[in-house]
């Protein structure tokens, strides 16, 4: 039953059965999206009418393809905005969150901790609906006293990015922590010893030393950010997202036009994902 | 140690912001929303009508409940789909593999969940590409309708859940020491006896820790039961939406944000308690 021990043949054929339905499963509908992209149709469905790409280029009276579709160019702009402004926040006080609960001594520390891993299972709907609602009674609040209109504390960009924000940070925390607790402290206190600062320390051995981990979290910051459905759904303003775009695409109904941006997604992720494995590969060779 | 101090502090703000500003205070002022409410006179003053309207109105008990019960079934069928490929990938497949295996997992969740539930819809609705294979091949005369349905926002739900769920299993799963199977193995015990009395204790805390997100996630979606389910997939998650941003009563929102917020923490709490699991470290 495991790679070291026998077993029977119909047990391993029924495993391996398993495994691959799994794998249909997982990629069936990605699989089936991408392809019906380049259907000549005008719904997203078989049978198939022949290869096109007007779902990606065509600017008619039928067809507008994505990259003529200045909503859907708009919404993803804001999704990759979002998604850098998202994961540099996250990253930075993340890392310090890091270095706070891994590195430092302080009273109700533990309480503290707590509370930076609660938003993991805060529901994200819970969380646009607070954020909103305390950044509405924060501006009113502001607008009652000072007569200053606060534009980012209603729904808009910005409130969107704190939203993500709240919650992106803590996996953040989690990832560089996991690495920081592995970090050989012998190093640093030799730099110390040398006459080096903690600042200098930080910037010389320690984040050189947590590079990897930092490039994983900005990455998976980003993919979060620009995936999220939930938070931002209560706190976006005029400028949508793409999900929130797609959403409303999908409720007033398909045309393969979604099929295109869902394939642009895919296949930019595989890339990634080709680059990552690649990189690893070269790292482990080394 | 002046210095040493400075470094703390730098640390030590932007987190307080961060957690105090979008974490703590949002939650104070989501509890405190929810026990206001309009008097006769159309004032705002300190009320339960939120609450009582919630228990007085069987839809939304209704839909609370169901939405538990659905969330308990999806994140158990998760595991029940996802332990047997953790189990595959970590133990079974060649090394060569295994590595690749993986990665193919985080496809879903890199292109996010709106492309999956529309890859979903494509393939299960009427004039979907399932309904026209099983028509070409005479299996059907018309078509099925797969969509908008309780089991189609439960393939839709499992389907967004598995990361969460394999990935905490399988990291646990590869801390475990093969040679404990081979002696089992050894001493003659069966494939079922080695799962029940070896493998599953030792990925129990890979299990709680992906239940844990399971569940909060699928509690907590509104895009997969809105999409997926139809009109009549009664997410809670849509009643809170429908507060918030259709009849725009945001003190009645708020108090179902708040009972949602307490039936998660109320059920990730018991079940930590029943498999003796502490939180920090369930979730990291």
């Known amino acids: 039953m495991i790679r070291t021990l026998p077993s029977s043949k119909t047990y391993k054929v029924g495993y391996l059965l398993f495994i691959i339905l799994f794998y249909i499963f997982l990629f069936a509908p990605l699989i089936v999206t991408c392809v019906l992209a380049f259907n000549n149709s005008d719904f997203p469905t078989l049978p198939w009418k022949g290869f096109t790409l007007d779902w990606f280029f065509a600017n008619n009276d039928q067809r507008l393809g994505v990259f003529e579709d ?25 890392t310090m969150g890091a270095f706070l609960f891994v590195q430092e001594k302080f009273r109700f520390k533990g309480a503290l901790y707590f509370l930076a891993l609660a938003p993991l299972v805060i529901p994200g709907v819970i969380l646009g609906i607070s954020i909103l609602l305390s950044s509405t009674i924060a501006g009113g609040y502001i607008e009652d006293h000072t007569g200053l209109d606060i534009s ?135 | 140690m002046s210095k040493i101090k400075w470094g703390f502090y730098i640390f030590l703000i932007p987190v307080l912001l961060w957690l105090f500003l979008l974490i703590v205070l949002p939650h104070i002022d989501l509890f405190v929303s929810s026990f206001r409410a309009e008097n006769d006179l159309g ?122 769920m394999i990935v905490p299993i399988m990291s646990s799963l590869e801390g475990m020491d093969d040679s404990l199977i081979e002696a089992a193995s050894d001493l003659g015990a069966s494939k079922f006896t080695i799962i029940r009395k070896i493998v599953i204790p030792h990925a129990t805390p890979g299990i709680v820790s992906g239940s844990i997100i399971v569940f909060m996630l699928v509690l907590g979606d509104y895009v997969t039961p809105d999409l997926l389910g139809g009109k009549n997939s009664l997410w809670f998650t849509e009643q809170i939406y429908n507060e918030f941003i259709a009849s725009f009563n945001w003190n009645e929102g708020a108090a179902f944000g708040f009972l949602l917020l307490a039936l998660s923490t109320f059920i990730i709490w018991l079940a930590l308690k029943i498999t003796n699991q502490s939180f920090e470290k369930a979730v990291s």
């Open chain 1, 152 to 286: 980012f504390l209603r729904p808009s960009f910005w409130l969107v990015v704190l939203g993500q924000f709240s919650f992106i940070t803590t996996f953040v925390v989690l990832v560089v922590s996991s690495k920081l607790k592995k970090f050989d402290h012998t190093l640093e206190e030799a730099a110390l010893n040398l006459g080096a600062n903690r600042f200098d320390v930080i910037r010389l051995i320690t984040l050189p030393y947590l590079k990897p981990a930092l490039i994983g979290s900005f990455i998976v910051s980003f993919l979060m950010s620009f995936g999220n459905f939930n938070t931002t759904l209560f706190l976006v303003g005029s400028d949508v997202t793409l999900p929130i775009d797609l959403y409303s695409r999908i409720r007033d109904g398909s045309t393969p036009v979604l099929n295109a941006v869902s394939f642009l997604l895919i296949f930019g992720t595989s890339l990634l994902a080709v680059f990552n494995l690649i990189y690893n590969n070269m790292k482990n060779n080394k």
């Open chain 2, 43 to 164: 004032d705002m003053t300190w009320s339960l009508a939120n609450y009582k309207s919630f228990f007085s109105d069987s839809v939304y008990w209704y839909t609370f409940v169901r939405t538990a019960v659905y969330s308990i079934l999806v994140t158990f069928l998760t595991f029940l789909v996802t332990f047997p490929v953790a189990f595959y990938i970590t133990k079974v497949v060649s090394i060569k593999f295994s590595g690749f295996l993986a990665l193919l997992l985080l496809m879903p969740f890199w292109v996010g969940e709106l492309v999956s539930v529309y890859g979903w819809m494509i393939l299960l609705r009427e004039s979907g590409v399932v309904n026209f294979f099983l028509l070409k091949m005479g299996i059907i005369d018309t078509p099925l309708k797969m969509l908008y349905n309780d089991i189609s926002m439960v393939i839709g739900l499992v389907y967004m859940s598995m990361l969460f």
């Open chain 1, 70 to 94: 200045s909503g859907l160019l708009s919404s993803i702009y804001i999704s990759f905005q979002t998604g850098f402004y998202v994961a540099i926040l996250s990253l930075i006080v993340g």
